[in-house]
C-alpha cells in the first residue's frame, strides 16, 4: 500500500540559523539530556500533519518557518510550510530544507472540513488513496470520510500520550468519537471501510441537539457579521500568497537600507571622534607654538644684548680716563694694560653667553618649524572632517527619508496581511462550525441496516500475535497472553489492563501496540502512514509519584531488545529517548545525542540556552 516517508524537519528564520534534524528512511533515534527540544520535535511533526496548536518554546523566537520535507507513496519530494500559529499550509513539490521565499505551488488549511475540499487532511489522504474511505461515527451507522488525524495518533506518539490513561486505540477518550475510532482500528487490520448507509434524524435526536443546533447558527451568524469582505477562501488565500511576496520584496531592501544607515550613521560618529580629537591637538600645538614662539623672541632679545654689551664695553675700554668701568679701580691703583685686559674678559664672558643662547636658539627653531607643519596638517585635516560629517548628515538624511517611506509601506502591508488572515481565521472557524452542527444533526440517526462493527475474530487473532512477538522479542517481563479488547478499546498483558500498569509498563505497552499495528499493516499490504514516531517508548526510571501503580521494573534488556527489534521495522521509526542507546544502534541508525552543554549538538535549536 501507499506510505508517507518523513526526510526533515527545518525551522527557519530570516536571520536564524537553520534548526535542523534530517531523518533517515529507516531508523533514526533522538536522545539526551532533558529540556533541549527532543519532545518539541514531536510535537512539531504532529503540528505540520494539521495539529490545531504547538507551544513555542523560547529558543523558537524569530523561527517564522517550519518545513517538513515528506516522499510521497510515489517517490517525490513534498515540502510542507506552515508559520506558527496560523492554520495556513503551503506545499512545495520540492525538497526544500532553507528559509523559503518562492511562490508556493498549493495552499491549504490545517483544519480538517468534510465541506472542503481544501484541507491538508484531504490532500494527504488523496495521494494515499485513501480520499474515499467512509467509518462509522455513530452506532446507529451512520458515517463520515476518513481524516488524516484519524491515522496520525495512531502512528505519532507524544509523551504525555504514551504514559497516559487513554488507550492507544483512541485519540481522545471522549465518548462521542470512540466509535469513530474503533472504526479506525477495524479499517487498518481489516482494510474495509464502512458503506455509506441512508439515514435520517430521528425526533429524538432532532429535540436533544435544537438547542445547540440554533446556538451553532448564531455564532455563525456572529461570526460573519464581522467579516468584512466578501471575498471566498481562495481568494484570500491568493490574496496572502501575494502580501507574503510583497512582504519580502519590501524587507530585503528594508533591510538593506538600515544597515547601510547603521553604517553611515557609525562613519559619522567615527569622524566626528576624529574631528574632537583634531581639536584637541589643535589647541596643544597652538599653545605650544604660543610659548615657544615667546621662547624664540626672547633668546633673540638675549642675543642683540649681549652684542651690545661686547660693543660698549670694547669702546668703554680704549677711551675712558679715570676709574675702571669693569672693576672699579682708581686710575693710580690700575696696572698697565688694565683696560685692556678686562675689556678681553669681557668679551670672552659675552661670547660664550652668545654661544650658549644660539645653540638654545638653533635647538628651537626645528621644533617650532615642526610645530608650523603639524598645524598646517592638522588644519587642513579638520576642514576635511567637517566637510566629511557635512556629507554624512547629508546621505543619513536621504536614508532616514528612504527608510521612513519603506517602513510605511511595509506597515500597510502588515496590515493588510492581519485583515486576510483574520479573514481566513474567521472563514475557518465558521466552517468548524458548520462542520460540527452537520455532525450534531447526523448523530443518533437510525439506520435501515446496522454494519459490522466489530473485527473478526481470525483477524484480532493475528494481529495478537504480531503484540505478543513484540513484547516477547522486548523481553518485557510479566506480558504474556498480549491482546487487543476491542469491547474495552484497551490493551491486555499478563492479566492486567494496560491502566492498570505503572507508567513504565504503560509506555512499553502503547509503544508496542503502535509497532505491531505498523508491523501487522505492512507485513499484509494494508494502509498505513508507512512511518512511527515514539516519544520515551522504553522509559525505565522515573520519579516516583504518590499515585504510581505498583509493577515490574524495566531492565535495561528491554531497552537493548527494543531497539534490537527496532533496527528491523519494516517502515521508518522515529525514536525519542532521554538515554543513550546501544552502541550497535550508534552505528547503524541516524541518531542525534542533544548534550545540553556546549560540547557537541546542545539541542534542536542552534540558540539553545544550554
Given at each position: ?551 515490574v521494573e524495566l531492565t535495561s534488556t528491554v531497552v537493548d531488545r527494543f531497539y534490537k527489534d527496532m533496527l528491523s521495522f519494516p517502515g521508518q521509526a522515529i525514536i525519542i529517548e532521554n538515554g543513550d542507546p546501544p552502541t550497535k544502534v550508534l552505528s547503524e541508525a541516524a541518531t542525534y545525542h542533544f548534550t545540553g552543554t556546549t560540547s557537541g549538538r546542545a539541542g534542536f535549536f542552534p540558540t539553545s540556552r544550554h
Amino acid at each position: 500500500m501507499s506510505e508517507l516517508q518523513l526526510t526533515h524537519l527545518t525551522y527557519c528564520g530570516a536571520d536564524r540559523p537553520p534548526a535542523q534534524i534530517i531523518f533517515g528512511p529507516e531508523l533514526t533515534v533522538i536522545y539526551g539530556t532533558s529540556d533541549t527540544g527532543k519532545s518539541f520535535i514531536v510535537k512539531s511533526i504532529e503540528y505540520m500533519l494539521g495539529g490545531a496548536d504547538l507551544a513555542m518554546v523560547p529558543e523558537s523566537e524569530g523561527y517564522t518557518q517550519i518545513l517538513l520535507g515528506l516522499l510521497m507513496p510515489n517517490g517525490s519530494p513534498l515540502t510542507l510550510l506552515r508559520a506558527p500559529d496560523s492554520n495556513s499550509i503551503f506545499l512545495y513539490y520540492a525538497d526544500l530544507r532553507a528559509y523559503v521565499t518562492e511562490m508556493p505551488d498549493a495552499s491549504v488549511t490545517a483544519v480538517h472540513n468534510a465541506r472542503s475540499r481544501n484541507s491538508l487532511s484531504i490532500h494527504m489522504l488523496r495521494e494515499l488513496g485513501l480520499d474515499e474511505v467512509l467509518i462509522r461515527k455513530n452506532e446507529a451507522g451512520g458515517t463520515r470520510p476518513l481524516a488524516l488525524a484519524d491515522l496520525l495518533h495512531l502512528a505519532l506518539v507524544t509523551e504525555n500520550r504514551m504514559v497516559g490513561d487513554v488507550p492507544p486505540v483512541l485519540r481522545t477518550g471522549t465518548a462521542n468519537t470512540r466509535t469513530a475510532e474503533l472504526s479506525v482500528m477495524r479499517f487498518l487490520v481489516t482494510g474495509e471501510g464502512d458503506p455509506a448507509v441512508d439515514t435520517g434524524p430521528n425526533a429524538g435526536q432532532r429535540r436533544v441537539h435544537k438547542g445547540q443546533v440554533q446556538l451553532l447558527d448564531q455564532l455563525v451568524l456572529d461570526l460573519s457579521s464581522k467579516l468584512r469582505t466578501q471575498e471566498n477562501e481562495r481568494q484570500l488565500r491568493d490574496r496572502h500568497i501575494r502580501i507574503r511576496t510583497a512582504l519580502d520584496e519590501q524587507s530585503a531592501p528594508l533591510r538593506q537600507t538600515n544597515e547601510s544607515h547603521r553604517e553611515a550613521v557609525d562613519a559619522r560618529m567615527e569622524t566626528a571622534r576624529q574631528l574632537a580629537a583634531l581639536d584637541e591637538r589643535l589647541t596643544e600645538v597652538s599653545d605650544l607654538l604660543s610659548r615657544f614662539k615667546l621662547l624664540e623672541a626672547q633668546y633673540r632679545s638675549d642675543l642683540e644684548r649681549l652684542a651690545m654689551v661686547n660693543e660698549a664695553g670694547s669702546i668703554l675700554g680704549y677711551f675712558k680716563v679715570g676709574a675702571c668701568p669693569f672693576c672699579g679701580a682708581e686710575r693710580e691703583h690700575q696696572q698697565p694694560n688694565h683696560r685692556l685686559e678686562e675689556t678681553t674678559q669681557l668679551h670672552t664672558a659675552v661670547e660664550a653667553e652668545a654661544a650658549k643662547t644660539t645653540a638654545l636658539l638653533a635647538d628651537l627653531l626645528p621644533t617650532i618649524s615642526d610645530l608650523d607643519g603639524e598645524q598646517t596638517a592638522l588644519m587642513n585635516r579638520r576642514v576635511q572632517a567637517q566637510s566629511d560629517i557635512g556629507v554624512w548628515d547629508q546621505i543619513i538624511e536621504e536614508l532616514e527619508g528612504g527608510i521612513a517611506a519603506l517602513r510605511s509601506d511595509v506597515e500597510d502591508l502588515v496590515e493588510e496581511r492581519s485583515v486576510v488572515e483574520r479573514e481566513l481565521e474567521l472563514q475557518a472557524r465558521i466552517a468548524e462550525l458548520d462542520d460540527k452542527k452537520s455532525r450534531l444533526v447526523g448523530e443518533g440517526a437510525v439506520a435501515t441496516t446496522r454494519p459490522t462493527q466489530h473485527i473478526p475474530t481470525a483477524t484480532l487473532g493475528d494481529f495478537d500475535s504480531i503484540l505478543q512477538q513484540t513484547l516477547d522479542a522486548w523481553q518485557v517481563p510479566a506480558a504474556d497472553h498480549a491482546e487487543y479488547d476491542q469491547y474495552y478499546a484497551e490493551i491486555r498483558a499478563g492479566g492486567r489492563k494496560r491502566i492498570e500498569r505503572g507508567k513504565g509498563m504503560r509506555s512499553v505497552l502503547h509503544s508496542a501496540f503502535t509497532t505491531a499495528l505498523a508491523r501487522f499493516c505492512m507485513d499484509r499490504d494494508l494502509h498505513h502512514l508507512g512511518f512511527v514516531v515514539l516519544d520515551s517508548p522504553v522509559v525505565t526510571y522515573r520519579d516516583p509519584e504518590p499515585d504510581d501503580i505498583d509493577d515490574v521494573e524495566l531492565t535495561s534488556t528491554v531497552v537493548d531488545r527494543f531497539y534490537k527489534d527496532m533496527l528491523s521495522f519494516p517502515g521508518q521509526a522515529i525514536i525519542i529517548e532521554n538515554g543513550d542507546p546501544p552502541t550497535k544502534v550508534l552505528s547503524e541508525a541516524a541518531t542525534y545525542h542533544f548534550t545540553g552543554t556546549t560540547s557537541g549538538r546542545a539541542g534542536f535549536f542552534p540558540t539553545s540556552r544550554h
